[in-house]
């Protein structure tokens, strides 16, 4: 995913954790997310802009704050 002739993308970092996914354990933690994408990012040459948390929102509602800061910024 390397970006093609060195050009430089920003993208957003979201991360969600419902109360749902509390009973998976660390493993899906906010922290962990966290620190995947980073990650991620940093492997691929990606800007991150920012970082959009939600956490103890269910996935199945738009109207996570996060979501929609991050949309906004978009």
């Known amino acids: 995913m ?3 002739n060195n050009a430089k993308y920003s993208t957003a970092l979201y991360m969600r954790l419902s109360r749902d996914d509390e009973n998976f354990g660390d ?3 906010i922290e962990t997310q966290r620190i995947v994408l980073h990650k991620f990012a940093q492997e691929n040459g990606l800007i991150v ?6 956490d103890g929102w269910s996935g199945t ?3 996570r704050p996060a979501f929609q ?3 906004s910024d978009i």
């Not at 802009?49 to 939600?54: A, K, L, M, T, W």
Request: aromatic content about 16%; overall charge negative.
């Open 69 to 71: 800061r991050m949309m």
């Open 27 to 29: 493993s899906i933690s």
């Open 61 to 63: 509602n738009f109207e």
């Open 49 to 54: 802009y920012d970082e959009y948390v939600d």
């Open 2 to 4: 390397k970006s093609p």
